[in-house]
């Protein structure tokens, strides 16, 4: 049974810095590429950051490049999404997502596998 469970939300003030986990389980990690997406209420899900099954490859969406950094570690089946100088447009739920793309993109229909999502809130 495939799973992906994100940790790691919060309340956060501006400026300040979180850091995403998402635990997978049930299929072969390192031969998915994952990515990170999120969602306000009443919007599209729209892709934050990637990264490639072995190599490290990433991309990031241009809201988010140079404050989150999404990173892997294959021997513990775990993604993260190290989140830096946060803003309150940043609040809304994380979901992480895994794709037989080895080099995947922040396209939604990629990605085969999703979390339940975790909430992020940025506020003073």
């Known amino acids: 049974q495939v799973q992906l469970v994100e940790s790691g939300g919060g309340l956060v003030q501006p400026g300040g810095s979180l850091r995403l986990s998402c635990a997978a389980s049930g299929f072969t990690f390192d031969y998915y590429g994952m990515g990170w997406f999120r969602q306000a209420p009443g919007k599209e899900r729209e892709g934050v950051a990637c990264?490639?099954?072995?190599?490290?490859?990433?991309h990031y969406a241009n809201s988010v490049k140079g404050r989150f950094t999404i990173s892997r570690d294959n021997a513990k089946n775990t993604v993260y999404l190290q989140m830096n100088s946060l803003k309150p447009e940043d609040t809304v739920v994380y979901y992480c997502?895994?794709?037989?793309?080895?080099?995947?993109?922040?396209?939604?229909?990629?990605?085969?596998?999703w979390g339940q999502g975790t909430q992020v809130t940025v506020s003073s």
């Open positions: 990264i490639a099954n072995s190599d490290g490859l990433t």
């Open positions: 997502a895994a794709t037989t793309y080895s080099f995947p993109l922040l396209t939604t229909d990629e990605y085969d596998y």
